[in-house]
């Protein structure tokens, strides 16, 4: 437990001597906040408007409509977690999730007024606890495309590098889109879509993050690349 603080505090603190870092993280977590505050905003207006389209979705036929709210919150908490464990030792994964998840949030609320789809047939409520707070317990049924759960365990798998993690993840990007099927929350195009703008997003941030030099080189071992420009995280 020592050793795992001990490194923490000497790559943060590496970290944190590039300029670039700094800035970087400072500017992510401001987006992020500025994101969830338009997000909400943008999903309370879409909720009141009557104009859009429901999806004759042949697959969503078959399926019989059931409540998987609590295997979905479970699996998206667990990776979370770990995600966050991960990043206490490796700001370089940290940065790197948080520019994905701010592009992800830009994408969506481009795609979804884009496409403006109505909820599918059979939709059981998702009960979402972040969503809960997000939006305080108002349901929201019309951020559809793309499927942000599973972009989102996407997102994690394509930064983790440590092999069980990205087993893992990769589980839960699967079960997850197929649970979020089965509830009838999205159509199947959401889901399948999904994994596509999340590598978009992935593969955006890490070029992004290596041009301006905010990857840090770690003292662990785990190397990033040589000199300022690093090719990818490690977790």
């Known amino acids: 437990m020592g050793s795992f603080f001990t490194l923490s505090k000497s790559n943060w ?45 042949v697959f969503l036929r078959f399926i019989p409509a059931l409540d998987v709210s609590m295997p979905i919150a479970i699996l998206e908490a667990s990776v979370f977690i770990l995600c966050i464990l991960r990043s206490v030792t490796n700001p370089n994964l940290a940065i790197t999730i948080l520019f994905a998840l701010a592009l992800q949030f830009s994408f969506r609320l481009v795609t979804i007024d884009l496409t403006r789809f109505l909820p599918p047939p059979g939709l059981v409520e998702l009960k979402d606890p972040f969503g809960s707070m997000a939006f305080h317990s108002r349901y929201i049924t019309r951020d559809l495309f793309y499927s942000g759960h599973t972009s989102s365990q996407f997102i994690f798998y394509l ?22 099927l089965i509830q009838h929350v999205h159509y199947t195009i959401d889901v399948v879509s999904a994994p596509f703008f999340a590598f978009a997003c992935y593969f955006i941030s890490v070029k992004a993050l290596n041009y301006f030099g905010a990857y840090t080189e770690l003292g662990d071992g785990n190397r990033f690349g040589t000199g300022s420009r690093i090719s990818r995280p490690t977790a």
Request: hydrophobic share 45%; net charge positive; glycine share 4%.
């Open 13 to 57: 603190g590496s970290a944190w001597n590039n300029k670039s870092f700094r800035t970087t993280i400072i500017l992510e977590c401001l987006a992020l906040i500025l994101l969830l505050f338009s997000t909400v905003t943008f999903y309370r207006w879409l909720e009141v408007q009557k104009e859009g389209v429901i999806l004759d979705d």
């Open 159 to 180: 930064c983790a590098r440590k092999k069980y993690d990205r087993y893992y993840m990769l589980f839960t990007t699967i079960t997850i889109g197929i649970m979020v």
